[in-house]
């Protein structure tokens, strides 16, 4: 279970982020600047983590009693050759954290870590992952708290995250606002029928900050606790359009994943932030459309 060490937001000395020029990575930058707190941004322009001597590097970036936010990955992991990249990207971040005066070290994984079932998943379901992705994150988290025994330590387990500055064009609601805007038809996997619970990248990024002002230990799923099928997900989508935007259907090639349906329980955030409230699926697809659609026009 979580626990908030501070009873009320106490403003961090600095916040350190690895991995600021990612999508999750940039928005906590934003928001914890947006609080007036000192943030040090580093990218991988900054300090490579795949290189020798990075550890170093890193370390030379550090100040006693800063808190660290680990974000940086190469993602989704598709291979082995991946996985191990990850990997190495943690052990030389190690190398530069390990002995460090730090405050907390926040690392923000994934829901992949945890196995499928059929009833909502919270923070204590098990954690054995059938996939790459999964199997990544969890070793890191691994990798994390028994290096840095006498830090305190919290990682945040976001669901499938959308927004307007996601880079990548996987399968969902960020691809989906890509098609409608180029007026391109949705193709949907089987009639698009997999529920999946969707999380606004400000409300990771919310989170986040909140576990670093309440210096946060232990596990946190960033989770709505509601799902959407992806059908339902490309006809909001096109509803915010005035295209008439065509939905095709695309032959399965293998089982739906998780089985069509992955639900979580959202009580553990809203126990440690009473006051916290999860965008509204639509609303928050509403307004990333209109921001990519604005950028686009000017």
Known sequence: MAKNSNETATAPERVVVVGAGGFVGSTVVAAARQRGYAVLPLGSADIDLLADGAGQKLRDRLQ???????????????????????????????????????????????????????????????????????????????????????????????????????????????????????????????????????????????????????????????????????RELAEMTIGFSDADIPIETLPRSGPMPHGGYRPFDPAEAMRLFPDFRFTDLEAGLRAAFDEVKGAKAK
Do not use: W
Not at 173 to 191: H, Q, S, W, Y
């Open 64 to 230: 006693p009693n800063d808190t660290v936010v680990f974000v940086s990955a190469r993602a989704p992991v598709k291979d082995y050759a991946m996985f191990e990249q990850n990997i190495l990207m943690a052990k030389n971040a190690l190398d530069g954290l390990a002995g460090q005066p730090l405050a907390q070290l926040l690392y923000i994984s994934s829901d992949a870590v945890y196995s499928d079932s059929d009833d909502p998943l919270t923070e204590e379901s098990v954690t054995a992952p059938d996939n790459l992705h999964g199997q990544m994150h969890a070793a890191r988290e691994i990798m994390f708290q028994a290096t840095l025994a006498d830090v305190p330590f919290a990682t945040l387990r976001p669901t499938l995250i959308y927004g307007a500055g996601d880079p990548h064009n996987g399968y969902g609601p960020n691809r989906f606002r890509r098609l409608v805007l180029d007026g391109t038809p949705i193709a949907l996997f089987g009639n698009g029928e997999e529920r999946r619970d969707h999380v606004n990248v400000r409300d990771v990024a919310e989170l986040a900050v909140r576990m670093i002002e309440h210096r946060t230990t232990g596990a946190l799923n960033a989770v709505t606790g509601k799902v959407a099928s992806f």
